[in-house]
C-alpha cells in the first residue's frame, strides 16, 4: 500500500523568507503526487499534482514542488512566504487499485510571522 | 462554474441517531468521493463512486453508507453515531476517476454528542 510522510507537523517562517515543507512517500508504482492546502474551516485546495510529465512542477500562489525519484520525496516550496500563505498542507499520494483513493500525510501547519 | 458543493455545513446529533450529508460534484464529473477528517489529522477515505457504481471502500464500518443518484449527486450516510464519529466529512469529485485530481466541497462539519 502506498503511504505518506510529512517531516514536521509544524513548520513556522518569516514573512518573505522561504517556504519548505517535506513530503516522502511510499509507492510500489510510479507515483501520481498531489500538494493540497486548508484554510480554517474550510475543504481542501489543490496547490498542484505530479504526474511524471516534468520533475518540477509549478502550482497557484506561487508554490512549487519537485519530484525526486531516487529520494522518494515531494517537497513543497515558495520563494518567500506572505503571511496569506499561513494555514494546513497536506502531501497525497493517489491510489488506484479498484478505486480511485487519495492517500494523505498527517498535514504541517504553516504559521509565518510578521 | 460552481464547485463541489455540500450540505448542511455543521450538524450535531446524539449518539445512535443516523445522520445522512449531501453533496454535488463539479458539473460533468462523474465520480464523488467521501473523506472524513478528524480533528489534527489528514482526511481518511470512506468510499468512491462512479457512474453510480461503488469502486471502492475504506476500513470503515458497515455502519457507513453511501450512494449516487443519477445526476452525480451523493449521499453518505451514517447509521448509530459513536462520538468517535465527530470530524468534518469531505466530498470530493473528479471527471474520470481515476488518476486525475480531484476537487473537494468545503465538508460538513458533524458533531456528536
Known amino acids: 500500500a502506498q503511504s505518506v510522510t510529512q517531516l514536521g507537523s509544524h513548520v513556522s517562517v518569516s514573512e518573505g523568507a522561504l517556504v519548505l515543507l517535506r513530503c516522502n512517500y511510499s509507492?510500489?508504482?510510479?507515483?501520481?503526487l498531489f500538494w493540497y492546502v486548508q484554510y480554517p474551516n474550510q475543504g481542501l485546495q489543490l496547490l498542484l499534482k505530479?504526474?511524471?510529465?516534468?520533475?518540477l512542477v509549478k502550482g497557484i500562489n506561487g508554490f512549487e514542488a519537485e519530484f525526486k525519484k531516487s529520494e522518494t520525496s515531494f517537497h513543497l516550496t515558495k520563494p518567500s512566504a506572505h503571511m496569506s500563505d499561513a494555514a494546513e498542507y497536506f502531501c497525497?499520494?493517489?491510489?488506484?487499485?479498484?478505486?480511485?483513493?487519495?492517500?494523505f500525510g498527517q498535514g504541517t501547519r504553516l504559521t509565518i510571522n510578521p | 462554474d460552481a464547485g463541489v458543493t455540500q450540505s448542511p455545513t455543521h450538524l450535531i446529533k446524539t449518539r445512535g441517531q443516523q445522520v445522512t450529508l449531501r453533496c454535488s460534484p463539479i458539473?460533468?464529473?462523474?465520480?464523488v468521493s467521501w473523506y472524513q477528517q478528524v480533528l489534527g489529522q489528514g482526511p481518511q477515505f470512506i468510499f468512491q463512486?462512479?457512474?453510480?457504481?461503488?469502486?471502492g471502500r475504506g476500513n470503515f464500518p458497515d455502519r457507513f453508507s453511501a450512494r449516487q443518484f443519477p445526476n452525480y449527486s451523493s449521499e453518505l450516510n451514517v447509521n448509530a453515531l459513536l462520538l468517535g464519529d465527530s470530524a468534518l466529512y469531505l466530498c470530493a469529485s473528479s471527471a474520470s476517476g481515476t488518476y486525475d485530481e480531484q476537487y473537494f466541497g468545503p465538508g460538513t462539519r458533524l458533531t456528536v454528542t
Open positions: 458539473s460533468g464529473h462523474k465520480s
Open positions: 497525497a499520494v493517489s491510489e488506484v487499485q479498484g478505486a480511485q483513493k487519495l492517500v
Open positions: 505530479y504526474t511524471s510529465a516534468a520533475t
Open positions: 509507492s510500489s508504482v510510479p507515483p501520481y
Open positions: 463512486y462512479y457512474e453510480k457504481e461503488e469502486r
